[in-house]
């Protein structure tokens, strides 16, 4: 099967519908899954970690994955430093060599990865302006992310992270496709659908499991913080999408089903801090 990703794929859920479109049935009879990035002029961290994990999915089932890569240099090199064209076999493995160390390649856990989640904290507090308090807070919604993903999604989980200059913006995309929101929720809660299951996951205190690493915190906190960054926020799960941007919150009904959960954060770069570190030519933005 073919897979043409000839659009943006710029993080929001105007773009998801399509990547998840595109990629529906794939994979699933075996034999060959091409795909086709040659025309597309964006990819972000919500592409790297659906378009990974997606590969890895197909070549456990027995698939033989390859892959036409961006013509666009900046879209090429993006692919090569986020890890994704090694995860599609067309190019090395990813090393942090990002100039000015702007992108953290894509990494897969299956437990909960504190380097991951401190290297993205770190990233994200380099060019966000935030209080001591309230990168601890974050600290721990990330951590949150990664634990229920160990603790409830019964697959391979991946997180990426890139900051865009222009844009002013870093972003940050946690996947897996495993069981979703509304199968991890309905162990203890009524979800006839999956939009019931994500207004229930956005739900202050809403959780599946209590553990010392996992006590509720999560999913309605993590909009707050955004909120209050002037940031947004993108959660999918099954047919059910949320989103919340410059205050407005939406719910929407995917054209194509989301394998597990996706969460995509956009956080606001603060001039200053970006300034200080900026160099006079962002190939890379």
């Keep these: 099967m073919n897979v043409r990703i ?70 090429a090199a993006y692919a090569e430093f986020s890890g994704l064209a090694h995860e599609l076999g067309f190019g090395p493995p990813a090393v942090d060599g990002h100039p000015q160390n702007v992108t953290m390649p894509v990494r897969f856990f299956s437990t909960r990865d504190n380097d991951s989640i401190l290297r993205v904290g770190r990233l994200i507090r380099r060019f966000v302006d935030m209080s001591s308090d309230t990168a601890d807070v974050l600290n721990v919604l990330i951590a949150e992310l990664v634990q229920n993903v160990a603790d409830h999604a019964g697959a391979e989980g991946a997180i990426a992270a890139r900051v865009y200059a222009k844009r002013r913006e870093v972003r940050v995309a946690v996947a897996d496709r495993g069981v979703g929101l509304r199968a991890t ?15 229930l996951a956005l739900q202050a ?27 947004s926020l993108l959660i999918a799960s099954g047919r059910a999408a949320y989103t919340r941007n410059a205050g407005r919150t939406r719910r929407r009904v995917l054209s194509a089903p989301c394998a597990g959960t996706l969460c995509v954060m956009r956080f606001r770069i603060d001039d200053e801090l970006y300034g200080s570190q900026a160099s006079s030519e962002d190939l890379w933005s």
């Design 185 to 199: 929720l309905s162990t203890h809660h009524a979800v006839p659908d999956d939009r019931a299951a994500l207004h």
């Design 205 to 231: 205190g809403a959780s599946a499991r209590s553990s010392l690493h996992n006590a509720g915190l999560g999913l309605d906190l993590l909009d707050d913080l955004l909120h209050s960054n002037g940031g």
């Design 6 to 75: 000839g659009f943006d794929v710029d993080d929001t859920v105007a773009s998801l519908g399509p990547l998840l479109q595109a990629m529906e049935g794939a994979g699933a009879e075996g034999g060959e899954v091409g795909l086709d990035l040659l025309d597309t002029s964006f990819l972000g961290p919500m592409s790297v970690v659906c378009l990974s994990l997606a590969a890895r999915a197909w070549r456990a089932q027995g698939c033989v994955v390859h892959a036409k890569p961006p013509a666009l240099r900046r879209v």
